[in-house]
């Protein structure tokens, strides 16, 4: 299909370290529990966000229609 | 377990407390702020209760302070807050803060008094002072070079004359009446306004026959009752004969003129005038000095007042509290009732102790936990950080006593959704910087209490604005929009193969993705930068964000049922598993997260860079008609050359799962009634055989019952005894409940929609603002350019604080209040709770302070 590796891996793993591995490291004290969902949540919804984002261009069933102008815009500046 | 998952675990104490020392442990538990006490006297009426006469003497102390509270702004002397805060006094100290108030009271006035009588005094001088001189204006008129003429009564004073005589018609009037006529007057002063209709009334009353002069004061003079400057106007009425004298009198006193004397000759008039001036400035020396007394027994208070208002508010609330106890039979000990958190048992007995210590008494006092069976209050323990979040939760309703508390969560899932709508970079990072500067500066900020609500709200609950802000920097960038502009960072995925002339030829092209002008693997971090320059970019965002709405959506609600789990394996309610919690998540889960994984399938398996044209963009499934056609039991109509179904064996993997739903219905309807039912007759027999037991004593008896017993599933944690519901109730409950939550998976998906809508609303005003606003000041060069741009920016700044950060967040703060409120703890949340509402000082003083101001 059409996805990369690299920006999944790299991203799993971002939000894993976040999610997964932070919480054992979050100090003791009375937030502990507080800290750890945070943690969690946060990278769950980040990660789901942005994997959404990129499932959803990775099969694009339509392309961009750009007027006259911007292709040549485009064309200038865009493509190396 | 956890501080913020749950509610504390509270109970319920009795506390004896020896009369010495009652007051200095409420005192101690004031500070505190961990105790709530229960009104053992309901029924007694306010003033029959203990200590209602201290109750009155803090009143009327009060009352004092507020007087004086008043001549300090009156004279605008700032009053000294050094925000300590001082403990309430013992009640002998009482007395002597009394005696204090009181004599300040009496002193203050006194002076007030004396400076209104002095000023009374000082105004009348001051008017005698300008009738003087002006009643010397009109003598001196009539004396030079008047006329008599058929209204004027110009010959009036005349120097040489001793006698005083004036003839009104002069030598005429001689000859006609014969005697010389004496002309009286009076001289006083009357407010300006009054003077038009005075004038009338002597007319009319006096029928013409008397005359009035009058000459205005330039200066306005003080009135000493209400201390307005006023305008007032000298005036002089001439008049013949007694009767008219006593009329004039009369009108005189009903406008409210006053009246003086006013010695005809000037001689004697520069005499009177000196003695007015001489007096004037003595009474000027005398108020000026009074008002130094004032204002220095002012100062003097000022430094205290505030202390003193802390110290009688918190004996105040010391004897309401008292107020609140119980008088037990040998009169030498109080009794309270309170709901005290289990954790804080050890804190509250050494504050005890510590005010026993201090009132010197020697009976230790005894806190006795209690067994009861109501519902205890709901206490979050909450610091600077969480309570925003909490507060959020408790507005909709106070959490049941140790049910789940959604706070923990909603610290996290409220940004997110709140970033979900609002996704800006730009608009993200104001948010931010803003609530910032409010956490970096918590301090001062606080310091300055405000009445503004509008301040205080945003202050409240800047920990939570600073998460959205920060969340919809997140979002933001993976919507890749920042003031409706896209960053390039990693290089736009897509790029044009067009010729010139195709170009040049055709107003419009639409790039392929099946061809080389995309790249075939995406932008790594967000959406590629081409769609913000598209013209159909709405088309390709819409079908991404509905269905990112429901993925997060249908995550969120399957995480609500999740949290219903654990109650029940809190409170024990092992039926409700099994027939609330199970036939719930399949429902959900059959048919929502079903369409979730079928839009993930069509992300990743129908592509443009295909071969096969069955999973070419051209065979796509609309899934929303994918899932109504799986409910209605329909066939899927595809064009000739697709597939029918996504996957072979969809449809009738379609059909089970969708039985299996509809099945679930009637098991949530019907499963846990008879349950519930069947283990009502069970106790029923199984009492009723006990007390057959009892009565016959057998071993055996006993054996069985103790056997029988042994089958009744574990005691709940200390619970209220479950009431026996009829049979009807139980079914009627049960049917809400599934009607609830059945039409409410479908509609609250379906609400979930408005994170799509409100982010696409969002996107549009940001680039309508920068279409029609700033890019006409970025359309001119030169000098020109830089004045129009600095107007454009000027606008446009101000609208998009105005309307995107304010409104468009206000609008999107209450829409995920609204799906956290509704879609989310509706899957599991009671709140049937009430809030612990400690004895407090700090929360005493923070409302009283409050109440005045406003």
């Keep these: 299909m059409g996805a990369s590796v690299v920006p999944i891996l790299v991203f799993t793993i971002l939000w894993g370290i976040v999610g997964i591995v932070l919480p054992f490291v979050v100090p003791k004290g009375p937030n502990r529990g507080i800290l750890q969902v945070v943690l969690m949540l946060t990278a769950a919804t980040c990660w789901l966000f942005w994997l959404c984002c990129y499932l959803s261009q990775i099969n694009p069933l339509i392309g961009p229609k750009l007027s006259n102008r911007t292709v040549l815009l485009m064309a200038r500046e865009w493509v190396s | ?854």
């Design chain 2, 1 to 854: 377990m956890g501080n913020l998952f749950r509610s504390e675990e509270m109970t319920l104490c009795q506390l004896f407390l020896q009369s010495e020392a009652a007051y200095a442990c409420v005192s101690e538990l004031g500070e505190l702020g961990l105790v709530q006490f229960r009104d053992l006297n309901p029924d007694v009426n306010a003033f029959q209760r203990k200590f209602v006469n201290e109750v009155r003497r803090c009143d009327e102390m009060e009352r004092k302070l507020r007087y004086l509270e008043k001549e300090i702004k009156k004279d605008g002397i700032p009053m000294l807050d050094t925000g300590e805060n001082p403990e309430a006094p013992q009640p002998r100290e009482m007395i002597d803060l009394e005696a204090t108030f009181e004599k300040l009271e009496n002193e203050l006035r006194e002076v007030n008094q004396n400076a209104e009588a002095l000023k009374r005094n000082f105004l009348e001088l001051t008017e005698l002072k300008h009738i003087l001189r002006k009643t010397q204006v009109f003598f001196d008129e009539a004396e030079y070079g008047c006329y008599p003429t058929y209204y004027s009564s110009s010959q009036m004073a005349d120097p040489s004359r001793e006698e005083e005589q004036v003839t009104l018609l002069g030598e005429e009037g001689l000859r006609a009446g014969g005697q010389a006529l004496k002309l009286g007057f009076v001289a006083g002063v009357i407010l300006r306004e009054r003077i038009p209709a005075f004038e009338r009334m002597l007319w009319r009353a006096c029928r013409g026959n008397v005359f009035l002069r009058q000459a205005e004061i330039e200066t306005p003079l003080e009135d000493p009752s209400s201390g307005d400057n006023v305008f007032k106007s000298v005036f002089i009425i001439f008049f013949q004969g007694d009767q008219l004298k006593t009329r004039v009198k009369k009108i005189c006193e009903g406008f409210r003129a006053t009246l003086y004397p006013c010695p005809e000759a000037p001689a004697d008039r520069r005499e009177m005038a000196m003695g007015v001036m001489t007096r004037l400035e003595d009474l000027n020396t005398v108020l000026g000095q009074t008002q130094d007394h004032r204002h220095r027994v002012l100062v003097a208070a000022a430094k205290n007042i505030k202390n003193w208002f802390v110290k009688v508010r918190k004996i105040k609330a010391i004897y309401h509290t008292l107020n609140l106890f119980n008088l037990d039979v040998t009169q030498k000990c109080l009794i309270a009732e309170c709901w005290v958190p289990v954790l804080d048992l050890e804190t509250i007995q050494l504050a005890l102790r510590r005010g026993t210590e201090r009132s010197g008494s020697s009976v230790p006092p005894i806190l006795n936990r209690m067994e009861s069976f109501e519902d205890p209050p709901t206490y979050n323990r909450t610091n600077k950080f969480t309570y925003g979040f909490q507060v959020l939760i408790d507005a909709y309703g106070v959490a049941t006593y140790r049910e789940v508390n959604p706070a923990p969560y909603t610290i996290i899932t409220f940004p997110f959704l709140f970033a979900i709508m609002f996704g800006d970079l730009g608009h993200g990072l104001l948010m931010a910087l803003f609530a910032g500067w409010m956490v970096l500066r918590e301090k001062p900020l606080a310091a300055k209490k405000s009445d503004s609500e509008i301040w205080n709200i945003f202050f409240g609950g800047r920990y939570v604005i600073l998460l959205m802000g920060l969340f919809s920097m997140y979002t933001g960038f993976v919507y890749n929009d920042i003031f409706s502009k896209s960053l390039n960072i990693f290089g736009s995925y897509w790029t044009v193969n067009y010729n010139k002339s195709t170009v040049v030829t055709n107003k419009d092209l639409q790039l392929n993705p099946s061809t080389d002008d995309y790249y075939q693997h995406p932008y790594p971090i967000g959406l590629d930068p081409v769609w913000q320059v598209a013209e159909n970019k709405i088309i390709f965002m819409n079908a991404y964000k509905m269905k990112i709405s429901i993925i997060v959506g249908v995550f969120h609600m399957l995480f609500g049922v999740c949290l219903s789990l654990w109650n029940y394996m809190y409170f024990r309610k092992r039926i409700s598993i099994f027939c609330e919690f199970i036939p719930q998540m399949i429902f959900l889960c059959f048919l929502f997260l079903y369409m979730v994984i079928l839009m993930f399938i069509k992300w990743t398996c129908y592509g443009p860079k295909t071969d096969d044209v069955k999973t070419s963009p051209y065979c796509a499934p609309s899934i929303l008609i994918t899932f109504i056609n799986m409910v209605l039991f329909n066939e899927n109509s595809a064009p000739e050359v697709c597939d029918q179904y996504m996957y072979s064996g969809q449809r009738p993997f379609q059909m089970l799962l969708v039985v299996i739903a509809l099945l679930c219905i009637p098991w949530m309807l019907f499963a846990k009634p008879m349950l519930t039912i069947r283990n009502q007759r069970r106790m029923h027999v199984l009492l009723n055989s006990n007390h057959q037991n009892h009565a016959v004593g057998s071993e055996n008896g006993d054996a069985e019952a103790a056997l029988a017993q042994g089958q009744i599933p574990p005691p709940l944690p200390p619970h209220k005894e479950e009431e026996e519901l009829p049979i009807g109730e139980i079914l009627i409950h049960q049917g809400i409940h599934t009607i609830e939550y059945v039409l409410g998976s479908v509609s609250h998906t379906a609400s979930y929609l408005r994170l799509w809508a409100l982010s696409l609303a969002h996107a549009q005003l940001s680039e309508v603002l920068w279409n029609m606003v700033l890019r006409n000041g970025l359309m001119f060069e030169g000098w020109v350019g830089g004045i129009a741009l600095w107007i454009t920016f000027a606008i446009w700044s101000t609208l998009t604080v105005a309307i995107l950060v304010l409104m468009e967040g206000l609008s999107a703060f209450l829409h995920t209040l609204r799906l956290h409120w509704v879609e989310f703890q509706s899957k599991f949340y009671q709140g049937m709770g009430y809030d612990f509402q400690p004895f407090s000082f700090e929360a005493i003083l923070d409302s009283a302070a409050q109440a005045p101001e406003e």
